[in-house]
C-alpha cells in the first residue's frame, strides 16, 4: 500500500489571540505540524484576515507562504460595498492574479459583521460562482441555515463546510440531499463510524479533507481516514483528489 | 516520523502494544445522530485500529436513566468479555439509587472496573453532599473515578472544582476527563502536579496540536491515560494523535496502556 497524498483544505497561518494550547503563527510551525501528521499540501488563510481586517491578512498570507510550492493561498473576502475590498469585478481577476485558490467568508456579527443574503452578498457569491471558486464556511462561525441559504441561492458554487462537528449529522443529511455542491470537511466530523456513514448514504465525493492545523493537530484527521472501512478509492479520493478536482474545476 | 507512522497512514492496526481505552461511553443520544452506537460497531472500529479493550459508560446513564445505561454496560460487558469492560454511572440526583447501582454492578460483574460521573449533563455539582457515600464507596475500595471536566465555565464539574475533590479523597484515583477540554490544558498539568492522584485524560474532538507532547513534557507520560469518547467520537483519530505524537515509544506504551494497568487490574 501506499501512503495516501493528503492534500489540506483547512489550515491558517498567523497569530490567535487565544490559542487552545500553543500559538503556532508561522509558516515554519504550520509545516512542522504537516511533517508529524504526514500532510503533504495545504489550502491557507492568514487568521490577521479573520481575526483582524481581511486585506491586510490576504496581503501578509501572501507574503508569508510565497516561497513554499506546497501551501496555497485562501483569502478572506467581504462584500464590496464599504470599499475596504474591491467590486467583484475587480477582486476576482486580482486572485486569479494571485493565483489564489478560494476563499472564506465570516459573515456573523462578531467576525465581519454583513448579511449573506442576496441584497448584500450576492453580486461577491454570484462572481464566485460564475468561476467555479470554492467558498470554504467556518461552521463555528455561522449557522447551518446560513449555509443553506448560500447553497438555495448559488446552486454552482462549491461550499465546503469545515469545523463542522461530530454532532452536525441532523443538519447535514438533508442538506446533502438538496444540494450537489457541499462539500463536508473532517477537522471535526468525527463521530462513531461518520466517515463511512457519509460514504454509503452520499459518496466519498462530498467529503473534503481538512485537519485545521495548526489550531488542532493533523494527527486525528489522518488516523480517522486511513482506519475508515472504506475501500481504497474513496480513501484517495478524500484525502486529496476531491480538493483538486473542485480547484480543477475552477478559473475556467 | 514516529515507530506508527507506517502502521497509521496505511490502516494497519497496532498490534505490538496493548491500547486500552479507559473513557467511552455505549449507545444512541438525543443530542445527535451517532451512525456506530451499538457495542457490535464499537468492537468493530476497535478492531480496525488496534484498540484491545474499552471501558463503557453508557450515554443513556447520562442522558437519562442510570438504571438503564447500567444494564446496558453489564450486557455489553456479557456481550463481548475481555474486551469490554464497565463504568459503573451514578447521579448525585439519586443519591440511594446511585449507591445500590454502586453495589450492584460492583458484585455482580467482575469487570465493572470503574465509576464514571458527569457532572455538568446531570446538573449535579461534583461537591454537592449527595455525593458523599458515592465517593466513599469509591475511596472505601481505592477505585478509579472517570469525571467529564472543562473549563471554569462549567459550575457543576470544572477542573478547580475536581482538584478539590481530588484533594479530600485521595485514595481515589481522579481521571480529569477531556484534562479541562481543549483550552484547559495548561491548568490540567498544573492540577495534576498539585495533586498525585489526578491523572490526565486525552480524549478531545478539538485536539489542540502538541497537547500530547505538552503533557509528557510537563508531568511525565506515568500520569497521562488513552480514551477515546467511543462513540460521541469515533476512536480511530484518538490512535492518530498518541501513535503520531512527537514522544518516545514507551511513553506511547504508558498512555496506551501501562497505567491503565498501573491503576486497574483488567
New interface residues.
Given amino acids: 500500500m501506499h501512503k495516501l497524498n493528503y492534500f489540506d483544505c483547512n489550515c491558517s497561518v498567523g497569530r490567535v489571540a487565544y490559542p487552545y494550547l500553543h500559538d503556532i503563527p508561522d509558516v515554519e510551525g504550520l509545516l512542522k505540524e504537516m511533517e508529524t501528521a504526514g500532510i503533504d499540501e495545504a489550502l491557507v488563510y492568514h487568521t490577521v484576515a479573520r481575526d483582524g481586517h481581511p486585506p491586510i491578512g490576504n496581503s501578509m498570507l501572501m507574503d508569508e507562504i510565497r516561497n513554499h510550492r506546497e501551501l496555497y493561498p485562501v483569502w478572506v473576502v467581504l462584500p464590496h460595498h464599504t470599499g475596504e475590498m474591491s467590486h467583484p469585478d475587480k477582486l476576482l481577476p486580482e486572485m486569479k492574479k494571485n493565483d489564489v485558490k478560494a476563499v472564506r467568508i465570516y459573515p456573523k456579527a462578531n467576525y465581519h459583521s454583513f448579511s449573506i443574503s442576496e441584497w448584500c452578498s450576492g453580486e461577491l457569491l454570484g462572481a464566485l460562482e460564475e468561476e467555479c471558486i470554492p467558498l470554504i464556511l467556518d461552521l463555528e462561525t455561522l449557522s447551518w441555515e446560513d449555509v443553506n441559504t448560500i447553497l438555495e441561492n448559488h446552486k454552482k458554487l462549491p461550499v465546503i463546510a469545515a469545523t463542522c462537528t461530530y454532532r452536525n449529522n441532523r443538519y447535514i443529511y438533508p442538506l446533502l440531499e438538496k444540494h450537489k455542491n457541499l462539500f463536508i470537511e473532517l477537522s471535526r466530523f468525527m463521530g462513531g463510524g461518520a466517515v463511512e456513514d457519509l460514504v454509503k448514504r452520499f459518496g466519498s465525493h462530498h467529503i473534503i479533507f481538512g485537519s485545521n492545523m495548526p489550531q488542532y493537530t493533523g494527527t486525528a484527521a489522518v488516523a480517522l481516514l486511513t482506519y475508515s472501512d472504506i475501500d481504497q478509492k474513496a480513501k484517495k479520493a478524500i484525502a486529496g483528489g476531491n480538493l483538486s478536482n473542485l480547484l480543477n474545476g475552477a478559473w475556467k | 516520523?514516529t515507530e506508527y507512522?507506517?502502521h497509521?497512514?496505511?490502516?494497519i492496526?497496532i498490534t505490538d502494544v496493548e491500547i486500552i481505552d479507559l473513557h467511552a461511553h455505549l449507545g444512541s443520544t438525543r443530542?445527535?445522530?451517532?451512525?456506530?452506537?451499538d457495542v457490535i460497531?464499537?468492537v468493530?472500529?476497535m478492531d480496525?485500529?488496534g484498540i484491545n479493550k474499552t471501558v463503557v459508560s453508557p450515554i443513556a446513564g447520562i442522558d437519562s436513566d442510570i438504571v438503564l445505561g447500567n444494564n446496558m454496560m453489564l450486557e455489553s460487558i456479557r456481550a463481548h468479555r475481555g474486551r469490554i469492560y464497565g463504568a459503573c454511572f451514578v447521579n448525585g440526583h439519586h443519591p440511594e439509587l446511585s449507591l445500590d447501582e454502586l453495589q450492584r454492578c460492583f458484585s455482580e460483574d467482575k469487570d465493572v472496573k470503574m465509576i464514571k460521573i458527569h457532572p455538568i449533563s446531570t446538573f449535579c455539582n461534583m461537591k454537592d453532599k449527595r455525593m458523599r457515600n458515592i465517593y466513599e464507596f469509591a475511596s472505601d475500595r481505592k477505585l478509579v473515578v472517570l469525571v467529564h471536566t472543562w473549563l471554569d465555565n462549567d459550575q457543576y464539574g470544572n477542573q478547580d472544582i475536581f482538584a478539590e475533590l481530588a484533594k479530600d479523597y485521595p485514595k481515589i484515583t481522579w481521571i480529569m476527563g477531556h484534562s479541562g477540554g481543549?483550552?484547559g490544558?495548561?491548568h490540567a498539568v498544573e492540577l495534576a502536579r498539585e495533586n498525585e492522584n489526578i491523572i490526565l485524560d486525552t480524549t478531545l474532538?478539538?485536539?489542540?496540536?502538541?497537547?500530547?507532547e505538552?503533557f509528557v513534557s510537563e508531568i511525565g507520560s506515568e500520569r497521562i491515560i488513552f480514551g477515546t469518547d467511543?462513540?460521541?467520537?469515533?476512536?480511530?483519530?484518538?490512535?492518530?494523535?498518541i501513535?503520531?505524537?512527537?514522544i518516545s515509544h514507551q511513553d506511547r506504551v504508558n498512555i496506551f496502556s501501562a497505567n491503565a494497568h498501573r491503576m486497574i487490574n483488567f
Fill in positions: 516520523m507512522f507506517n497509521i497512514h496505511n490502516g492496526p443530542i445527535m445522530h451517532i451512525p456506530a452506537n460497531s464499537m468493530k472500529s480496525l485500529c481543549p483550552y490544558s495548561r474532538s478539538t485536539a489542540p496540536a502538541r497537547q500530547i505538552f467511543n462513540p460521541y467520537l469515533d476512536p480511530r483519530p484518538q490512535i492518530g494523535r501513535g503520531l505524537a512527537d
